[in-house]
Every structure is written in C-alpha cells, then in structure tokens.
C-alpha cells in the first residue's frame, strides 16, 4: 500500500463544531487531494493541492478549507460542521503527470458522523 | 463535461464465470481511465490505468479491461470470477479541468457479488 494515513479514522461531532481531518504521506508526491464519498454520488472532490501551500478548490468545498504546510500533510478542516457533512472522507496522492506513475493512491478514509 | 457511466449498480457471477463491470466515458481531450476497488471499510485500491497504447490494458489479481475510442467504452473484465472478488468497483477518468495532478471523476460504483 501507498503510504498514506488518514486520521483519525472515525468520528463523531455535534452540528456547528471544528473538525480537522488530516492526511500525511510518505511518498513525497506532490499532489494531494481531499474527497467525500456518499452514496450514489462516487467520489466528489472537495479540494486538492499542487505544491506546499498551493490549493484549489473543488466541486463541493462549500464549508470546507484546507491546508498544506508541508509536503507530507494535507489538513482538512470543516469550519462549522452540518448534518450534510457526514460522509466517508478519502485522501489521495499523485505524482507528477508527465511520468507513466499517473494513478492515485488513496487512504483508508474517515467516516465522520454530525449529529 | 466530464462524465463516468456505470450502468449496472450489481453484478452477480458465479464462481468461475467470467466477470464483466462496464463503463462508459465523456471527456475532452486523451482520455486517462482508471478501475479501482473498494473493500468494506476500505480506500479505493488501484486495479489498472489506460493511458496510451495497447487497448487491452492487464492489471492486478487478474483483471484487464479493454479501451474502446470509438464506443467510449472501458469495460472492466476477469476470465473466471473469485468470491474473494466481491466488491465495490470503480471506473474513473482523469478531469482534465484542474491543471496537471490527477483528480478523478468517478462513477458511482458498480457492486459485485460473487457467489459460491
């Protein structure tokens, strides 16, 4: 496996707290990205990250921010958290595109319940 | 716009019979297409890439899939299904809209059941 480590692996929060999701790799691959995964829906991104404190945002990052300080750590963080945000929340890493290593590589997830 | 179709929520097999998890694509562009597995309480594990050349791609535990251009098809296969294959399956392609990383537009998963 990809090393990847995604913490913590479970949690419950109550409706409008912060909660800090954090990703950390050894592989020093310079992308990284943060995903949910509902239902139906497959993996939605909500952020991702091209280089230390360089960070996009994706299709559903309403309520969400992120942070890169370092190359190995990608933090995500939900700023107030809402019943709609419980969801299994993937990381995941790539390396450069231009090399034939183009596949992701994802964490184990974190399955975060708001109540 | 980017798009994967996987038209089949499940896909039952018996043991031995050969597995097919189809999948269809839009995209502009080259299309970079991915299959991942996903166990129970697991992350999404890589299964195989296309990427440029060979349209048969092979890849891990067995499994292949075949590029189609012209059907935009990416279909995932194995010759003769495991139990221990039972799992959520995912097609993927590379969304070009977000520079050079590899964020991926996923389907919604197909679920295989193989029976003994």
């Known amino acids: 496996d990809a090393g990847i480590t995604q913490s913590p692996r479970h949690k419950v929060t109550e409706t409008g707290t912060p909660v800090t999701l954090r990703c950390h790799q050894t592989e020093n691959h310079r992308y990284m990205y943060w995903y949910r995964q509902d239902p139906g829906h497959g993996l939605r991104l909500i952020h991702y990250?091209?280089?230390?404190?360089?960070?996009d945002k994706g299709e559903v990052s309403d309520g969400y921010s992120v942070s890169r300080s370092k190359t190995e750590d990608f933090l995500l963080t939900l700023e107030s958290a809402t019943s709609s945000q419980t969801s299994v929340y993937f990381c995941a890493i790539s390396g450069e595109l231009v090399s034939m290593n183009t596949e992701a590589f994802f964490g184990q997830g974190t399955r975060l319940t708001v109540v | 716009a980017q798009s994967v179709a996987q038209p089949e929520d499940q896909v039952n097999v018996a043991e031995g019979n050969p597995l097919t998890v189809k999948c269809t694509y839009s995209?502009?562009?080259?299309?970079?297409l991915f299959w991942y597995v996903q166990y129970p309480n697991r992350g999404l594990q890589f299964l195989l890439k296309y990427i440029t050349g060979d349209n048969l791609v092979k890849g891990s535990y067995g499994f292949e899939a075949e590029f189609n251009k012209s059907q935009t098809s990416f279909h995932l296969k194995k010759p003769s299904a495991l139990v221990s294959d039972s799992a959520l399956y995912f097609c993927a392609v590379r969304d070009p809209r977000w520079g050079f990383g590899n964020v991926l537009h996923c389907g919604s998963g197909t679920q295989v059941i193989v029976l003994p």
């Open positions: 990250s091209y280089g230390v404190k360089d960070t």
């Open positions: 995209v502009s562009g080259n299309p970079y």
